[in-house]
């Protein structure tokens, strides 16, 4: 595609629910970060996967958060017994070339927004 | 670890004006710097950024930015501002190894009116 793509664009779950957010990448791009971004706030990483390996998964908030990407395009974040504290947007980004690179444009997804009630 | 601090959560400015945002760092590496804008329902784009060379950045949208590593800044600046400009803007850095492995400041919104 032409983009990154997210779906949902929205989602709303009941708190304890389990969700799943999708991304998918450019094609081809090696890089796939997954960020949050709570209201009011600035995206916050989560998680990182170079191909299909998860090479950092330092800010997950807790071990109900899980990110798989097992062909190394599409990618998805689970969210299981989601809590209230979980809504915010989720964003996805994508580059063609490893994190280390930086000459290498990060192009960023519009988002998932989760709403928790 | 690297810390982003964006001083200024709203910024009202009337069209055709200069604006200047502000964006200070805390890294015990070197970084690299970044300017993302976040239009309504759209993600985030790049700006522009900095990572070694001249302090002085031009980017698109007529932005630019100068790095200033005493004072731990990397302010955007534009000398006339349109109503399209209003959006959200994200300062980030990355350590110098890490590449895309960004830290985000918490935005400051810009907002011009007419």
């Known amino acids: 595609g032409a983009g990154v793509s997210q779906s949902p664009r929205y989602k709303v779950a009941k708190r304890g629910q389990d969700v799943a957010l999708r991304c998918d990448p450019i094609s081809g791009h090696v890089s796939l970060f997954w960020y949050q971004q709570a209201l009011g706030q600035g995206p916050e990483f989560l998680t990182y996967f170079q191909n299909e390996a998860q090479l950092d998964k330092s800010g997950l908030p807790s071990d109900r958060f899980f990110a798989e990407r097992p062909e190394g395009s599409v990618s998805t974040l689970k969210i299981q017994r989601t809590q209230q504290e979980d809504s915010a947007v989720y964003l996805c980004?994508?580059?063609?070339?490893?994190?280390?690179?930086?000459?290498?444009?990060?192009?960023f997804g519009s988002g998932t927004q989760l709403s928790v009630l | 670890a690297q810390s982003v601090t964006q001083l200024d959560s709203q910024v009202p400015v009337f069209e055709e004006a200069p604006v200047e945002l502000r964006c200070n760092y805390s890294s015990s590496v070197s970084v690299y710097l970044f300017w993302y804008v976040q239009y309504p329902n759209q993600g985030l784009q790049l700006l522009l950024k900095y990572l070694s060379g001249s302090t002085l950045v031009k980017g698109i949208n007529g932005f630019e930015a100068e790095f200033n590593k005493s004072q731990t800044s990397f302010h955007l600046r534009k000398p006339s501002v349109h109503i399209s400009d209003t959006a959200e803007y994200f300062c980030?850095?990355?350590?110098?190894?890490?590449?895309?492995?960004?830290?985000f400041g918490g935005g400051t919104r810009l907002m011009v009116k007419p």
């Open positions: 980004a994508s580059s063609s070339r490893p994190a280390g690179a930086t000459n290498e444009k990060l192009f």
């Open positions: 980030a850095v990355s350590a110098g190894n890490a590449g895309n492995m960004l830290t």
